[in-house]
């Protein structure tokens, strides 16, 4: 698995956790709900960690917390 691939996974996670669908997390964050579909999927291949700190916000925990998961261990390298 890549960064994006997890990320875009724990968004998803995040959010069956609150029972929040994507539209509303874009509605709490400010962030459009195109951005967050474009995360989720192949159209955005790097997400930026200012939208991911925006959406971080919106759901009320930090970067750090964000990212402590286990699926961003053992990610695969992108420079071989």
């Known amino acids: ?14 959010c069956l956790q609150r029972n929040m669908a994507v ?4 509605n709490l964050c400010g962030v459009p709900p195109s951005t967050i ?3 989720l999927n192949a159209k955005s291949q790097n997400p930026g960690i200012v939208t991911i700190q925006k959406l971080c ?4 925990i930090s970067l750090r917390e964000f990212f402590d998961d286990p699926l961003f261990e053992g990610l695969d ?4």
């Open 77 to 80: 390298p992108i420079i071989e």
């Open 37 to 39: 579909y474009s995360m």
């Open 1 to 14: 698995m890549n960064a994006k691939e997890a990320a875009a996974r724990r968004i998803q996670a995040l």
């Open 57 to 60: 916000d919106g759901l009320e």
């Open 23 to 26: 539209n509303a997390l874009a």
